[in-house]
């Protein structure tokens, strides 16, 4: 099998000199749970050329219904050893590297990375995340789900730090919402990654009106 014909329904939508760029792309997904296991199994299979998971968490069984990537035979595994693991079974043309740390220690490492991807369930460590990308200059997609809502911002000059960083413990959860909104993170970073246009600095919040409507909404960040 030849990456042509693995990615060729990609290729044909932007061909494949943008295809052969995002090889030399390499991301990191800070977090392998809901968000996490949405992002590694839209963006796994892209073509990006070098992925590294990092959670420091093993699955449970109370994870696996909204944790799409783990199966019942992954309880107790590391999160991010079994994401991995699951990109390259489905790609033969991507590198994944797994780390099972804390993002405190990750980012100590001295990686270089393209673009950022915050799969955290809290607000401290995001912050911790815009901190760092702000100081290595790189791009990074912020995504948060609760009940039936969602958020999402490319974070580039905007100041994250204008949420109020505290440890807010979130209510309940379905799968969909997390698959919607981590869908959405993934479309933003593979048009950045592929080289279109995007949308920075601008949150878009998603939730159900009291009719059941689908309401999406967006709001401008403040700059730092």
């Not at 990609?10 to 949405?38: D, F, P, R, V, Y």
Request: hydrophobic share 40%; aromatic share 10%.
């Amino acid at each position: 099998m030849t990456p042509e014909e693995y990615f060729n329904r990609q290729i044909q939508l932007w061909g494949e000199s943008t295809q052969k760029s995002l090889q030399n792309k390499k991301i990191a997904i800070i977090g392998a749970g809901g968000l996490g296991s949405t992002l590694a199994q839209a963006l796994g299979t892209s073509g990006i050329g070098e992925i590294h998971m990092v959670d420091f968490d093993t699955v449970s069984n109370h994870n696996i219904h909204r944790q799409i990537a783990f199966t019942l035979q992954d309880e107790g595994k590391n999160k991010a050893k079994a994401v991995a693991a699951l990109i390259e079974s489905k790609n033969p043309f991507v590198k994944t590297v797994a780390f099972d740390m804390y993002f405190e220690d990750f980012k100590g490492m001295g990686n270089s990375y393209d673009l950022i991807l915050d799969a955290t369930d809290n607000l401290p460590v995001r912050g911790e995340i815009d901190k760092y990308a702000k100081e290595t200059k790189t791009p990074w997609i912020y995504a948060s789900v609760e009940e039936f809502n969602g958020q999402v911002c490319f974070f580039d000059q905007a100041n994250f730090q204008v949420f109020n960083i505290s440890d807010h413990k979130p209510g309940g959860i379905t799968a969909p919402i997390v698959m919607h909104i981590g869908s959405l993170q993934a479309n933003l970073a593979l048009r950045y990654l592929a080289g279109l246009s995007v949308m920075k600095d601008k949150l878009y919040y998603l939730h159900f009106n009291d009719e059941g409507e689908l309401i999406t909404q967006k709001f401008g960040m403040p700059k730092v």
